[in-house]
């Protein structure tokens, strides 16, 4: 038995299948999420490396924003190092949602952080949700979080996150 070779065909090792990739294969876990997450529920993916979450995830958003549902990737592992500060992780995880759901001309995050000095890190970063996010979008939105398992090698509790 002869199959034809696939044009559109590339092999890929690491790093999330791109959207559009013929490479994917869908799986019951697709629908799922899928489903779960235009519901509005709250859903975890946990599995090894390289069982491909990152690509589930991409297919997930893409079908999500065809949905007209805002989505938004946040790269855990990009945050910080172990040195990083408590303080500067979670103003991260803030200047990025901010960045990447367009609120930069709403919100100034370096005067809401210093507005909100007095609470503590995680407390800020639930302050933010309910005062920023949940008051200035009109859209519905997911918050994707790639590579949490980088919180683990953070030097401080993430209790609150």
């Avoid at 779960?36 to 529920?41: F, N, Q």
């Avoid at 303080?87 to 990025?96: K, L, N, R, S």
Wanted: hydrophobic fraction near 35%.
């Amino acid at each position: 038995m002869t199959t034809a070779p696939n044009p559109g065909y590339q092999y890929q090792v690491g790093a999330s299948l791109p959207a559009n990739s013929p490479n994917y294969i869908r799986r019951q876990a697709d629908t799922d999420l899928y489903k779960a997450l235009k519901a509005g529920e709250f859903c975890y993916v946990l599995n090894a490396r390289q069982t491909g979450k990152s690509s589930l995830m991409v297919q997930t958003m893409e079908r999500l924003k065809s949905d007209r549902i805002n989505c938004v990737v946040i790269y855990i592992a990009t945050l910080g190092s172990p040195d990083t500060k408590q303080e500067q992780w979670y103003a991260g995880i803030i200047d990025t949602l901010v960045d990447k759901l367009n609120l930069s001309d709403q919100v100034n995050v370096e005067e809401w952080l210093k507005e909100h000095k007095h609470l503590s890190p995680g407390a800020k970063f639930s302050e933010f949700i309910e005062q920023i996010l949940l008051t200035k979008l009109s859209q519905n939105t997911v918050v994707l979080l790639d590579e949490i398992d980088s919180v683990l090698s953070l030097s401080f509790p993430i209790d609150e996150f």
